[in-house]
């Protein structure tokens, strides 16, 4: 397949397919980001992962709107006071997912997937109902479009960066909160002891509440920031949930530096896979060698070594 | 000696409501509705065997596939390549460019037959790899997997993975496959036109006696020593496993039986409703597939039965006149399952209605003795 390209159009080939690769994980890696906290660290199958993404991806659409009708000379900005409302909005509706039905299943994860699921479907009925089944697309402001020519064969989309720099600050974010603050170790010290940890007065159930919340609030941002690169429709959330799991999956579930590696190899494998084969092909590929890797390894790339 | 051990085979309750069943699937709905109505409902039973495995799988071995549909795809896509091949006369497609091939691999620019369409010329090799094909695929999966003690929420994750490709995978090879649209246009079954009303009388009794007959496997199954060692298993793996049973092996097979069942469903969808596609194998049908079993109540296989029915039927009426109702309806109908009713209908059966059963029918016993 190498065969009818010069070494000089292989190599822009895979600086642009490597570039849109990093586009691609970057997208893959926030839809984990979330999810590797709510299923990697709690242990929740949260099947609506995906509708969460959408919902802040219809807030942004929203806060979209909302700017270039009543404050057009703040339209350059919207994009960020966006993003913190899609946070807040998804943040709000998994605290009250997680107090109406997660609590009440925590030692059945089979059964959380199943309501999951069915809150996955009432999400997208509500949301063909409020926003009609037609994809819905934002304006992006003028200096978010456009691309950057690097050399003469090599462009690089100016919104490709921006995702990525926004998953590189959440990403970050996320891993100090966990490692650092008060409250992030209180929720990594419920997912590993839960009984010590509400022996030494950490209340466990708001914990719980909050950490779930907090990876709703992460699909949110994801869902805002995907508005960049592409349209929502109500059943755009299904597309991205094998995607998601997978990441997480082949990451090691409970390691957030796996979520990383992972999200990077799928991303990468796929975008350079895809130049060659068809697109369909491409991403059977990716996943079979991911689902083969798994079989042979399934605790995933990392693992953290703790006694059960 | 033989009397007692089928005796403990079929408890009372068990043998009431089989037969209860069985008058229904053979006698009152063929009464009760004309034959577009039954069509359908064989169509709905067809979902029935994928419910019926699994609540063996996942109800008693504690084993949920999420790809179940995956199964059901195959012995779907075998018949349908069957029938499409008998479809595919030289004198009925002349007007292609190479006639003789199906219709879609012309439209793909196909010229000859690709070789894993050859062997579905013959009828015995296609009824052969519906039982088979479905048997090995699940060792596979449930070796890889069982062996290396993956099980629960990562074997869902990962069965519903293999959906999702096997989707891809075939609408993506449409010249292959038919693609999106599926096998479509099948007309007969070695010379027998399947799409006449008395054709489909014949297809529903048949469909109706094979899963009579998939159900009396799935109780020999569930009453023998290997159904209560599935129990055991999901009740506590590491007891089971240090009694000296080999745990894998024991979940391996039941994946394999669920994975035959469905398949014969399958089968029995494309002679009943004529086309086979891949809107049947991904994660969504395969979803629903759980819930057939859930709504039924997943540790019983008649309940299973009466839950595909049941959600199915409910389906067709509502998306026909409440298009917008029907996601809601369903959504709260998992939500509803699992957190109000875990154990189905069967469930519900058993509290309200059986003990009044049980009641009258200690009296009629009774009576009988003592005449």
């Given at each position: 397949m190498f065969a009818d390209y010069t070494w000089a159009e292989l190599g822009s080939i895979f600086a642009m397919q490597g570039f849109s690769g990093l586009i691609l994980f970057s997208v893959l890696l926030l839809m984990a980001l979330g999810l590797a906290i709510i299923f990697g660290q709690m242990g929740v199958i949260n099947m609506a992962h995906g509708e969460f993404m959408i919902l802040g991806a219809y807030i942004t659409y929203l806060t979209s709107n909302f700017f270039s009708t009543f404050l057009p000379e703040l339209f350059g900005i919207y994009f960020f006071i966006a993003i913190i409302f899609a946070f807040i909005g998804t943040f709000l509706l998994g605290a009250f997912v997680e107090w109406s039905l997660i609590r009440h299943l925590y030692k059945r994860p089979l059964d959380t997937l199943l309501a999951t699921w069915g809150l996955s479907l009432i999400l997208q009925q509500l949301y063909r109902t409020i926003f009609g089944t037609r994809e819905v697309g934002v304006s992006l402001p003028d200096w978010m479009m456009g691309s950057y020519s690097l050399t003469d064969a090599i462009e690089i989309p100016i919104n490709g960066m921006i995702v990525m720099g926004i998953t590189l600050f959440i990403t970050v974010g996320v891993y100090l909160f966990l490692q650092k603050s008060r409250k992030g170790k209180q929720s990594r010290a419920v997912v590993q002891n839960r009984a010590m940890a509400g022996a030494v007065g950490i209340n466990t159930a708001s914990v719980d509440r909050f950490t779930f919340a907090l990876g709703c609030g992460i699909a949110g941002i994801a869902g805002a920031t995907f508005t960049m690169i592409g349209s929502t429709g109500p059943t755009s959330g299904q597309l991205y949930i094998v995607d998601t799991f997978l990441v997480v999956v082949f990451g090691g579930a409970a390691s957030l530096l796996g979520t990383v590696a992972s999200a990077f190899s799928i991303g990468q494998a796929q975008s350079i896979l895809e130049f060659f084969l068809s697109g369909s092909m491409a991403k059977v590929l990716t996943l079979l060698v991911v689902i083969v890797i798994l079989m042979l390894?399934?605790?995933?790339?990392f693992s953290l070594k703790v006694r059960r | 000696m033989l009397q007692s051990k089928f005796k403990s085979l079929t408890p009372r309750n068990d043998v009431l409501s089989f037969i209860v069943l069985a008058i229904v699937l053979m006698v009152l709905l063929p009464i009760l509705f004309d034959i577009f109505r039954l069509n359908l409902i064989g169509k709905y039973l067809t979902f029935a065997f994928v419910a019926i495995g699994l609540v063996l799988s996942w109800g008693l071995g504690g084993i949920l596939s999420l790809g179940q549909g995956v199964f059901f795809g195959i012995g779907g896509y075998a018949m349908a390549m069957f029938l499409k091949l008998e479809a595919s006369t030289p004198e009925n497609t002349a007007i292609q460019s190479t006639p003789g091939i199906p219709d879609f691999m012309d439209w793909n620019q196909l010229t000859a037959l690709p070789w894993f369409w050859?062997?579905?010329?013959s009828f015995t090799f296609t009824v052969v790899a519906i039982i088979v094909v479905p048997a090995i695929f699940a060792y596979i999966i449930g070796a890889a997997m069982f062996k290396r003690r993956v099980g629960g929420v990562y074997f869902a994750i990962i069965t519903q993975a293999i959906a999702a490709i096997m989707t891809i995978l075939i609408i993506g090879q449409q010249g292959y496959t038919?693609?999106?649209?599926?096998?479509?246009d099948l007309r007969t079954l070695l010379g027998w036109d399947i799409r006449t009303d008395s054709a489909k009388y014949v297809l529903y009794f048949v469909n109706a006696f094979l899963l009579l007959a998939v159900l009396v496997v799935a109780q020999y199954i569930r009453k023998s020593k290997l159904g209560r060692l599935l129990v055991a298993m999901r009740d506590s793996e590491d007891r089971v496993r240090f009694s000296g049973y080999d745990v894998s092996n024991f979940k391996i097979f039941i994946f394999c039986i669920a994975g035959i069942f469905s398949s014969i469903g399958g089968a029995m969808f494309t002679l009943q409703v004529g086309f086979m596609s891949p809107s049947l194998i991904g994660i969504v049908p395969s979803i629903e597939m759980v819930i057939f079993a859930a709504v039924g109540g997943n540790l019983s296989i008649i309940g299973a039965v009466y839950g595909a029915l049941l959600v199915n039927w409910a389906k067709t009426i509502l998306s026909e006149s409440y298009p917008e109702i029907w996601l809601f309806a369903m959504g709260a109908l998992f939500i509803a399952v699992v957190?109000?009713?875990?154990?189905g209908l069967a469930g519900l059966y058993e509290t309200y209605i059986q003990p009044k059963v049980d009641k009258q029918l200690d009296k009629w016993f009774k009576k009988e003795k003592a005449e």
């Amino acid at each position: 397949m190498f065969a009818d390209y010069t070494w000089a159009e292989l190599g822009s080939i895979f600086a642009m397919q490597g570039f849109s690769g990093l586009i691609l994980f970057s997208v893959l890696l926030l839809m984990a980001l979330g999810l590797a906290i709510i299923f990697g660290q709690m242990g929740v199958i949260n099947m609506a992962h995906g509708e969460f993404m959408i919902l802040g991806a219809y807030i942004t659409y929203l806060t979209s709107n909302f700017f270039s009708t009543f404050l057009p000379e703040l339209f350059g900005i919207y994009f960020f006071i966006a993003i913190i409302f899609a946070f807040i909005g998804t943040f709000l509706l998994g605290a009250f997912v997680e107090w109406s039905l997660i609590r009440h299943l925590y030692k059945r994860p089979l059964d959380t997937l199943l309501a999951t699921w069915g809150l996955s479907l009432i999400l997208q009925q509500l949301y063909r109902t409020i926003f009609g089944t037609r994809e819905v697309g934002v304006s992006l402001p003028d200096w978010m479009m456009g691309s950057y020519s690097l050399t003469d064969a090599i462009e690089i989309p100016i919104n490709g960066m921006i995702v990525m720099g926004i998953t590189l600050f959440i990403t970050v974010g996320v891993y100090l909160f966990l490692q650092k603050s008060r409250k992030g170790k209180q929720s990594r010290a419920v997912v590993q002891n839960r009984a010590m940890a509400g022996a030494v007065g950490i209340n466990t159930a708001s914990v719980d509440r909050f950490t779930f919340a907090l990876g709703c609030g992460i699909a949110g941002i994801a869902g805002a920031t995907f508005t960049m690169i592409g349209s929502t429709g109500p059943t755009s959330g299904q597309l991205y949930i094998v995607d998601t799991f997978l990441v997480v999956v082949f990451g090691g579930a409970a390691s957030l530096l796996g979520t990383v590696a992972s999200a990077f190899s799928i991303g990468q494998a796929q975008s350079i896979l895809e130049f060659f084969l068809s697109g369909s092909m491409a991403k059977v590929l990716t996943l079979l060698v991911v689902i083969v890797i798994l079989m042979l390894r399934p605790q995933g790339l990392f693992s953290l070594k703790v006694r059960r | 000696m033989l009397q007692s051990k089928f005796k403990s085979l079929t408890p009372r309750n068990d043998v009431l409501s089989f037969i209860v069943l069985a008058i229904v699937l053979m006698v009152l709905l063929p009464i009760l509705f004309d034959i577009f109505r039954l069509n359908l409902i064989g169509k709905y039973l067809t979902f029935a065997f994928v419910a019926i495995g699994l609540v063996l799988s996942w109800g008693l071995g504690g084993i949920l596939s999420l790809g179940q549909g995956v199964f059901f795809g195959i012995g779907g896509y075998a018949m349908a390549m069957f029938l499409k091949l008998e479809a595919s006369t030289p004198e009925n497609t002349a007007i292609q460019s190479t006639p003789g091939i199906p219709d879609f691999m012309d439209w793909n620019q196909l010229t000859a037959l690709p070789w894993f369409w050859e062997p579905f010329h013959s009828f015995t090799f296609t009824v052969v790899a519906i039982i088979v094909v479905p048997a090995i695929f699940a060792y596979i999966i449930g070796a890889a997997m069982f062996k290396r003690r993956v099980g629960g929420v990562y074997f869902a994750i990962i069965t519903q993975a293999i959906a999702a490709i096997m989707t891809i995978l075939i609408i993506g090879q449409q010249g292959y496959t038919g693609g999106v649209n599926g096998i479509t246009d099948l007309r007969t079954l070695l010379g027998w036109d399947i799409r006449t009303d008395s054709a489909k009388y014949v297809l529903y009794f048949v469909n109706a006696f094979l899963l009579l007959a998939v159900l009396v496997v799935a109780q020999y199954i569930r009453k023998s020593k290997l159904g209560r060692l599935l129990v055991a298993m999901r009740d506590s793996e590491d007891r089971v496993r240090f009694s000296g049973y080999d745990v894998s092996n024991f979940k391996i097979f039941i994946f394999c039986i669920a994975g035959i069942f469905s398949s014969i469903g399958g089968a029995m969808f494309t002679l009943q409703v004529g086309f086979m596609s891949p809107s049947l194998i991904g994660i969504v049908p395969s979803i629903e597939m759980v819930i057939f079993a859930a709504v039924g109540g997943n540790l019983s296989i008649i309940g299973a039965v009466y839950g595909a029915l049941l959600v199915n039927w409910a389906k067709t009426i509502l998306s026909e006149s409440y298009p917008e109702i029907w996601l809601f309806a369903m959504g709260a109908l998992f939500i509803a399952v699992v957190m109000a009713f875990p154990k189905g209908l069967a469930g519900l059966y058993e509290t309200y209605i059986q003990p009044k059963v049980d009641k009258q029918l200690d009296k009629w016993f009774k009576k009988e003795k003592a005449e």
